[in-house]
C-alpha cells in the first residue's frame, strides 16, 4: 500500500514536470515566434526606407538635368545618355546580384549597394567631363540593381507569399513613389535660375562696335558675365543669328542637392550595418523559414514550356514599355516644360512631382482596389488611363498648362500599379521564379536605357512635342501588347479544356467517359448476381 502511494505520488510528479516542460518550450517557442515578428517588422521597416531612399536617386538626375548640362557644357541630346548609363549599371547589377544572393547574404549585399551609389551620387555633381559623369551614373545604376534586387527578394522570403507579403510590398514600392515626388521639391532650391541666352537689352552692352562697311562685321559685346559675339549687315543692324556664347558663369548650387541625398543614404546604410552586427548576421543568405515566414497554398502550373515562355516575354515586353515611358517621362518632364514650353524651372519641379504624387496616390489606392477588382481588370483600366492623359496632353496641349498637369496627373495614375499587377497576373498563369523575375527586371532596365536616347534624339532634332507623341505610340503599343497576351492565354486555356475533355485520365489511367461506363457495369452485375442469390 507504501509503495503504491509513492509510485503515484512519483507520477503526478513526473506529470507536473512534463507539463512544467511543454509549458516551457511553448513560451519558449512564444518567445522565438515573437522575435521572430519583431526581427521581421524592423527588417521590412528598413527595406522600405532603402525603397524610399532609392526613388530619391533614381531620380535626382531629372530636376538637375539642365544644371549638369550647363556645368558639362553639353546638349541635351548627349545628357539624355545618362539614363542610359544608369538603366544599365542597374541591368548588370541586378544580373550579377541574382547569382551572387545565393552565397552572400541579401541585408549585406543591401549595405553594400546603398553605400555604392551613395558614395558615386556624392561625387557625380563634380564631375567637369561628361564620360566620367556616365561612368559614375552607371555605378549609381549598380547599386541600385543590387538594392532593388535584393530588397524585393528578402521581403518575399521573410513573409512568404501570404496577404502579409502584399501589404508590405506595396507599402515598399510606395516609399519608392514617395522618394520620388519628394526629390524635385529638395532640388528646387539649390537650381539655377532660368535664363535665356537669346534675348539680351543691347543698351546693356560694352564695348560695341558698328560699322557700316560693304562686307557683314563682327561686333562683339560684354553684357553682365557673357561675351557675345553678333553679326551685323551693311545697313548697321543686327541679324538673326543665335548668340554665340564663349563663356556663361554657372549660378546653381546643385551640388547640394546630391549632398543632402547621398548623406541620407549613408545614415540608412549605417542602420543596416548596425542591425547586422547586432543580430550577428553572417554571411548565409536568407532563406524560406528561415525567419518563421508566412506561406499560402499555391497550386503549380502545369504549362508547357513554350506557353511560359511566350508568356515570359511578352509580360518583360509589356515592362519594357512601361517602364521606359515611367523612368523617361518623370526623368524629362521638367526638360520639356521649361525648354519646350518656356516655363520656369520652379514650376517644372512642381509638374514633375505631380507625375510622382499620381503614382503614390495611385499605388496607395491600390491596395484595397485589389480586394474587388482582378488583374486583368485593373491592368486594362491602367491601360485605358494611360492612353486617355497622354492622348490629352498631345492634342489639347495648346489650350492652356493645365491640360498638361490634368494629363500628367491622369497618366501617373494609370502607370501606378502597372508593374506590381503584371507580377500578379502572371503569376496566376505560370509559376514566376527566379528565372523569369530576372527577365521583367532586364525588360525594365532595357527600357530606361533605350527610350531615353531616342526621345533625346527627338527633342532636339524635331520639336520637343515629338517626346509626347512618342509616349502616346508606346501607350497604344502597351495596350495593344496587353490584348495580346490576354487573347492568347485565353485560346490556350480554351484548347488545354478541350485537350483535357479527351485526354483527361483518372488515377487508374482511364478516361472519365470510360470511368463512368465501368461503374455502370460493375453495378448492374453486381445488381444480376444479387437477383441470383
Not at 552692352?205 to 553678333?230: D, H, K, Q, R, S
Not at 543686327?238 to 545614415?267: D, H
Request: charged share 15%; with cysteine; hydrophobic share 45%.
Amino acid at each position: 500500500m507504501y509503495s503504491s502511494n509513492v509510485s503515484i505520488s512519483n507520477m503526478a510528479q513526473i506529470g507536473e514536470n512534463d507539463n512544467k516542460e511543454e509549458s516551457q518550450i511553448t513560451s519558449n517557442e512564444e518567445n522565438k515566434l515573437a522575435t521572430s515578428i519583431w526581427r521581421k517588422r524592423l527588417l521590412s521597416i528598413c527595406l522600405c526606407t532603402v525603397m524610399w531612399h532609392f526613388g530619391m536617386v533614381e531620380l535626382i538626375a531629372g530636376p538637375t538635368l539642365l544644371d549638369m548640362k550647363y556645368i558639362l557644357d553639353v546638349d541635351i541630346d548627349a545628357i539624355s545618355f545618362v539614363f542610359a548609363s544608369s538603366g544599365s549599371g542597374f541591368a548588370i547589377g541586378a544580373f550579377l546580384t541574382g547569382f551572387i544572393s545565393k552565397k552572400i547574404n541579401q541585408q549585406i549585399l543591401i549595405t553594400f549597394g546603398i553605400t555604392l551609389y551613395s558614395t558615386c551620387t556624392l561625387i557625380v555633381p563634380w564631375s567637369k567631363n561628361i564620360a566620367v559623369f556616365f561612368v559614375f551614373y552607371f555605378l549609381v545604376g549598380f547599386g541600385c540593381g543590387i538594392c532593388e534586387l535584393c530588397s524585393n527578394v528578402t521581403l518575399l522570403i521573410i513573409w512568404g507569399t501570404g496577404p502579409t507579403s502584399d501589404k508590405w510590398m506595396h507599402a515598399m514600392h510606395c516609399c519608392f513613389s514617395l522618394g520620388a515626388t519628394l526629390v524635385p521639391f529638395l532640388a528646387d532650391p539649390f537650381l539655377a535660375d532660368k535664363t535665356s541666352s537669346n534675348t539680351f537689352n543691347i543698351s546693356q552692352a560694352t564695348g560695341t562696335n558698328m560699322t557700316n562697311e560693304t562686307t557683314p562685321n563682327l561686333a562683339n559685346f560684354t553684357i553682365g558675365e557673357c561675351n557675345v559675339t553678333y553679326v551685323f549687315d551693311t545697313e548697321g543692324c543686327i541679324g538673326n543669328l543665335t548668340p554665340n556664347i564663349s563663356q556663361e558663369k554657372y549660378t546653381g548650387k546643385v551640388q547640394f542637392s546630391f549632398l543632402i541625398v547621398a548623406v541620407i543614404g549613408f545614415l540608412i546604410a549605417f542602420l543596416l550595418l548596425v542591425q547586422v552586427l547586432h543580430f550577428r548576421i553572417g554571411l548565409k543568405p536568407y532563406r524560406h523559414g528561415d525567419l518563421t515566414s508566412e506561406g499560402s497554398i499555391h497550386k503549380a502550373h502545369k504549362s508547357n514550356p513554350v506557353f511560359r515562355w511566350a508568356i515570359v516575354f511578352l509580360s518583360g515586353l509589356l515592362i519594357f514599355l512601361y517602364v521606359g515611358q515611367e523612368a523617361s517621362y518623370g526623368g524629362l518632364l521638367s526638360t520639356f516644360v521649361v525648354d519646350g514650353r518656356g516655363w520656369e524651372k520652379h514650376l517644372g519641379s512642381l509638374i514633375t512631382s505631380l507625375f510622382w504624387g499620381s503614382i503614390l496616390v495611385g499605388r496607395l489606392c491600390g491596395i484595397p482596389l485589389a480586394h474587388y477588382l482582378n488583374p486583368t481588370k485593373i491592368l486594362v483600366l491602367n491601360c485605358i488611363m494611360m492612353c486617355i492623359g497622354i492622348v490629352t496632353i498631345c492634342t489639347a496641349i495648346s489650350i492652356g498648362p493645365f491640360v498638361l498637369y490634368m494629363g500628367t496627373a491622369i497618366y501617373g495614375l494609370g502607370m501606378s500599379t502597372f508593374f506590381a499587377t503584371t507580377l500578379t497576373w502572371t503569376n496566376r498563369h505560370i509559376d514566376v521564379d527566379g528565372t523569369s523575375a530576372s527577365v521583367f527586371l532586364f525588360g525594365g532596365a532595357a527600357g530606361s536605357v533605350v527610350v531615353n536616347p531616342v526621345i533625346g534624339h527627338l527633342f532636339k532634332t524635331y520639336e520637343p512635342m515629338w517626346m509626347m507623341y512618342f509616349f502616346c505610340i508606346m501607350a497604344f503599343l502597351q495596350l495593344l501588347v496587353f490584348v495580346i497576351m490576354e487573347s492568347f492565354v485565353l485560346v490556350h486555356n480554351k484548347r488545354k479544356q478541350k485537350d483535357g475533355d479527351i485526354t483527361a485520365t483518372t488515377e487508374k489511367g482511364q478516361t472519365p467517359e470510360m470511368e463512368n461506363l465501368m461503374n455502370v457495369n460493375t453495378s448492374c452485375h453486381e445488381r444480376d448476381v444479387g437477383t441470383i442469390k
